[in-house]
């Protein structure tokens, strides 16, 4: 079994900043890309940005320059900087992980049970 925890949302005024973090734990052998995606209430979920294991990064346009995704392979860990926060940026943010469990030698995707981040103007 593997879980992803998300800890860090809250509410914040436009333009602070918050600092999401995911914890991949249970029988992992192998944590490949990470990611933070986002469902604002009536909007389908989008991708917010991605990172491989090997550190790529990938960003959606409406984040780039204000958030950093980076992850510490050791801790099986993936963070979410988000500066100059905006009130469009409230969703629920999701972790999501490709991971490879001990004794099946295949990538299963998982998902964070989500962060609720709100923005007030």
């Known amino acids: 079994q593997v879980q992803l925890v998300e800890s860090g949302g809250g509410l914040v005024q436009a333009g602070g900043s918050l600092r999401l973090s995911c914890v991949a734990s249970?029988?992992?052998?192998?944590?490949?890309?990470m990611g933070w995606y986002r469902q604002a209430p009536g909007k389908q979920r989008e991708q917010v940005a991605t990172?491989?294991?090997?550190?790529?990064?990938n960003y959606a346009d409406s984040v780039k320059g204000r958030f950093t995704i980076s992850r510490d392979n050791a801790r099986n860990t993936v963070y979410l900087q988000m500066n100059g926060l905006k009130p469009e940026d409230t969703a629920v943010y999701y972790c999501?992980?490709?991971?490879?469990?001990?004794?099946?030698?295949?990538?299963?995707?998982?998902w964070g049970q989500g962060a609720q981040v709100t923005v007030s103007s």
């Open positions: 999501n992980a490709d991971i490879v469990r001990i004794g099946i030698p295949r990538y299963f995707n998982s």
């Open positions: 249970g029988s992992i052998d192998w944590v490949g890309a």
């Open positions: 990172i491989s294991s090997t550190g790529s990064t």
